[in-house]
Nanobody, 130 residues
């Protein structure tokens, strides 16, 4: 059974940092796409970053230069390092996984938060105070 478990959320002051992790298991995808998405109350879900099985990455414009997505394939874990956090980063953060036929498709999905990813984690709350 496929599972995605996010950890690392919490409360932090503006300018602070958090590192989220997404441990996954049970994948059958050969060429996977992993993504971090977030959703704040009353707002649409938005893409944060995507990474594929070969390590290609893409980011939403709002987080470029501040967030870094990475993975440790040996540990079946994807990370999201979040630096210089802003109050507008406050949201529930979700990890998602799907198959992607090409790197380009995976990279594009960061801009397509409505894409029906095959699997989603339970989410972890990130709260950034002023």
């Amino acid at each position: 059974q496929v599972q995605l478990v996010e950890l690392g959320g919490g409360s932090v002051q503006a300018g602070g940092s958090l590192r989220l992790s997404c441990a996954y298991s049970g994948f059958t995808y050969i060429n996977y796409c992993m993504g971090w998405f977030r959703q704040a109350p009353g707002k649409e879900r938005e893409g944060v970053a995507t990474i594929n099985s070969r390590g290609s990455k893409n980011y939403a414009e709002s987080v470029k230069g501040r967030f870094t997505i990475s993975q440790d394939t040996a540990k079946n874990t994807v990370y999201l390092q979040m630096n210089s956090l802003k109050p507008e980063d406050t949201a529930m953060y979700y990890c998602a996984a799907d198959a992607a036929p090409t790197s380009l498709v995976c990279m594009a999905w960061v801009h397509e938060p409505a894409h029906d990813f095959g699997y989603w984690g339970q989410g972890t709350q990130v709260t950034v105070s002023s």
